[in-house]
C-alpha cells in the first residue's frame, strides 16, 4: 500500500485559520498581496506569515502563480454554484437575477480581504490563468442567460449582462478605494434590475420574492 503523502510540520504554533495549511497559505497570501502587491510579496513572507516554513507552502501551491490562481477561483466558484442552482429553479427570471447579484456582491464584500482586486492584476493575464477567466466568463454568461429571460431584447441581453456585471463588481473597486462602508448588496440588486429597464412592478417582485429565493438555495 502507497504511504500516504503528508506535509512537512508547522514552523509553529497552530493554523491560524483554523482550516488547515492550504487556507493558512491562500489567507496569508490575499493579505500581502493586497498591502505589499503581488510582484512584492515572495513566497517566503507568504510562508512566514502563515506561520510554516516555506518547504510546507511548496507541498501545497508548486509557484506563486497557483496560489494567486486559487485565490481567484475562490471569488467566483461560490457564485458560480449558486448561478447553477439559480438557472435550475423556476421563479420569475428577474427574482433569481436579484438573488444572484446580492449572492455575488456579498461574496465579494465580505470577504476578508479584497481579492476581487486581484482581477486588475496585470499577471491576470498570463495563460496560467486561463481557468479563472473561463470560469468568469462562465458566470457572466448566466448573468446573460437570466437578462434574456427578464425580457431583455436578445440583441441587448449581452450588453446589459456586463452593465449588471459592472454594477456587482464596483463593489472591489469601492474597497479598493479605502471606503469602509460599501453600498447594500440588495441596494446593488436593485440598480442592476433598473439599468435593465425592467418595469416597476417586475423589479418589485424580484425585491419581494428575492431573499426568499436566496434562502432556498442549498
Same mark, same amino acid.
Given at each position: 500500500?502507497a504511504a500516504t503523502r503528508t506535509g512537512r510540520p508547522r514552523a509553529s504554533g497552530s493554523s491560524p485559520t483554523g482550516l488547515g495549511t492550504r487556507a493558512d497559505v491562500l ?45 481567484? *477561483? ?25 438573488? &444572484? ?18 482581477? *486588475? ?24 442567460? &437570466? ?35 460599501? *453600498? ?8 442592476? *434590475? ?25
Open positions: 500500500m489567507a496569508a497570501a490575499a493579505a500581502l498581496f493586497g498591502t505589499r502587491g503581488y510582484a512584492s510579496a515572495s513566497t517566503h513572507a507568504i510562508a512566514e506569515a502563515a506561520g510554516i516554513r516555506q518547504a510546507t507552502l511548496y507541498h501545497h501551491f508548486a509557484r506563486k502563480q497557483d496560489i494567486l490562481l486559487a485565490l481567484l *477561483l475562490d471569488t467566483v466558484q461560490p457564485s458560480l454554484d449558486v448561478a447553477a442552482e439559480l438557472l435550475a429553479r423556476d421563479e420569475e427570471p428577474a427574482a433569481r437575477l436579484w438573488a &444572484l447579484c446580492v449572492a455575488d456582491v456579498t461574496l465579494l464584500a465580505d470577504a476578508p480581504h479584497n481579492t476581487g482586486a486581484l482581477y *486588475l492584476l496585470p499577471e491576470v493575464s498570463d495563460a496560467a490563468f486561463e481557468p479563472f477567466r473561463d470560469r468568469r466568463s462562465e458566470l457572466e454568461t448566466t448573468y446573460r442567460t &437570466l437578462v434574456a429571460a427578464c425580457g431583455v431584447a436578445p440583441g441587448a441581453a449581452a450588453a446589459g449582462a456586463s452593465l449588471v456585471l459592472a454594477l456587482v463588481e464596483s463593489v472591489i473597486l469601492q474597497r479598493k478605494g479605502g471606503q469602509t462602508a460599501t *453600498l447594500d448588496a440588495t441596494t446593488i440588486a436593485a440598480a442592476a *434590475l433598473r439599468v435593465l429597464d425592467l418595469d416597476t412592478a417586475t423589479r418589485e417582485r424580484a425585491a419581494t420574492a428575492g431573499p426568499g429565493v436566496l434562502a432556498a438555495l442549498g
